[in-house]
């Protein structure tokens, strides 16, 4: 059996080389950019108004003039008025092209109009004053987001302001979720006593949603010829497939010798952890591209943990992303004797700019309610049974809480 440190090694040595596709702006959202952005025109692409009122000429107001005859309007989406006499002014509105022979625009709320003559309150105005000036944000051709760059609503804002509807992205790669397991019915149908349904496959699907990933779910029962059928199909499609059950000692675990009869190379079996000791992890480099196979552990809280600690990192790896490991405080002491990495299942709270991790224990990796009463594991070293309260380790959050 490996370590844990030995098996983050190997997964994350194996990472795939997703390509590229486009998709539209509407679904870029999370995606990681692989072209530069450049300014399609300067920002702004022309003198913008900045405040509703009225746009005057300074000359004339260097002048002393402080009463404006209004000559007419300029609105935002029209083309650009001129003013024809400095010492008249044209009503303007946010967004408007100044007017040529303007460069002054004072509000409304210093300004008075009565029988379209314009009386201003202020005593002061500075020069271009609430104009926001062509190309003083970001000129024409200037780089604004650079390849690589993973995409969230800011630098949507900006592609949809380029005219960006198409984008080029790291391709998603295809992941199929399989359960397996005679015991497993589905979220719509009644158990029998010996019976459950299936939650893993749906738990996955979710985590990987929240991801911005789409991933397709299948069932499998624990029959050799099903499984060989099913994942021999299942393996030559997907990229990834994250398998659930059947990787233990029980006489119908029979995921890691039909993988193995499909041609996909184990990397190891078995990982000095808990939860997820049996998990299972291979790679098969048959055909075009290759796929990579995570056989985790079927008790919920092992599957559920293997997937944020080894397989999601992986996959953000795949498409150039990191993934930032926080620490946190654990809150009291806490004594785990045998000799594995253990993930203990912790509540967090913030505790002066600290996060403080409360040990909620469960029962046990079957013990799937108790998902819901903690927000994350925290990875204890396997080199140590007693850990106090204050150290801090590695934390890995399954509940976005901050
Ligand atoms: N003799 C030994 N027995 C077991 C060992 C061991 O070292 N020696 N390891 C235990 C550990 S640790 C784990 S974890 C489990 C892993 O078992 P499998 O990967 O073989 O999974 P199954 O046997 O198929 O199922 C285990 C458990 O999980 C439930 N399950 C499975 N899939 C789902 C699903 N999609 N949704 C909800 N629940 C699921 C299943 O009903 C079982 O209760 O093995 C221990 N045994
Ligand atoms: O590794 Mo198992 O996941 O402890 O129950
Ligand atoms: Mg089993």
């Not at 062509?134 to 780089?143: E, I, N, Q, Y």
Request: proline letters at 5%; aromatic letters at 8%.
């Amino acid at each position: 059996m490996i370590s844990v440190e030995e098996a983050i090694d190997i997964v994350m040595s194996q990472t795939i080389e997703a390509g590229t596709e486009k998709v539209p702006l509407q679904k870029a959202t999370g995606r990681v950019l692989q072209e530069n952005i450049l300014a399609d025109r300067d920002f702004p692409s022309f003198n913008r108004v900045m405040m509703d009122g009225i746009a005057v000429n300074s000359k004339a107001w260097q002048e002393g003039r402080r009463e404006f005859y209004v000559e007419g309007m300029q609105t935002a989406g029209a083309p650009q008025q001129a003013l024809s006499q400095e010492q008249n002014c044209i009503e303007v509105m946010t967004g408007a092209m100044l007017p040529q022979n303007t460069d002054v625009v004072i509000r409304y709320e210093d300004v008075k109009i009565e029988d379209k003559v314009a009386r201003v309150s202020i005593d002061e105005v500075k020069p271009l004053q609430n104009v926001h000036l062509k190309g003083t944000d970001r000129k024409l051709d200037d780089v604004l987001i650079h390849k690589n760059q993973k995409l969230s609503p800011a630098e949507i804002a900006i592609l949809a302001t380029v005219g960006k509807h198409t984008v080029e992205v790291v391709r998603h790669l295809k992941v199929a979720i399989v359960s397996t397991g005679d015991e497993l019915v589905d979220v719509n149908e009644m158990p029998h006593p010996y019976q459950i349904r299936r939650s893993n496959t749906y738990a996955l699907q979710s985590a990987l949603q929240a991801e911005g990933h789409e991933a397709q779910a299948f069932h499998i029962n624990d029959e050799k010829d099903a499984l060989e059928t099913k994942l021999r199909e299942i393996v030559g499609e997907y990229d990834v497939v994250i398998l659930s059950g059947g990787v233990s000692k029980g006489k119908k675990d029979y995921v890691p010798e039909i993988l193995e009869k499909l041609n996909v190379k184990k990397l190891f079996h078995g990982v000095k952890q808990r939860p997820g000791k049996p998990f299972w992890f291979g790679v098969r480099e048959e055909g075009s591209s290759p796929t990579a196979i995570f056989a985790l552990p079927g008790n919920p809280v092992s599957t559920f943990m293997c997937f944020y600690a080894y397989t999601l990192p992986w996959l953000r790896k795949c498409y150039g992303l990191n993934t930032q490991i926080l620490e946190a405080n654990l809150a009291e002491e806490f004594d785990f004797q045998p000799p594995l990495t253990y993930f203990l299942q912790v509540k967090l709270t913030m505790d002066q700019g600290q996060l403080l991790a409360v040990p909620v224990t469960g029962k046990g990796s079957g013990d799937l309610a108790n998902l819901l009463e903690a927000d994350a594991f925290l990875q204890l070293p396997s080199d140590r049974s007693a850990f106090k309260a204050g150290e801090s380790f590695p934390v890995i959050q399954y509940r976005q809480i901050f």
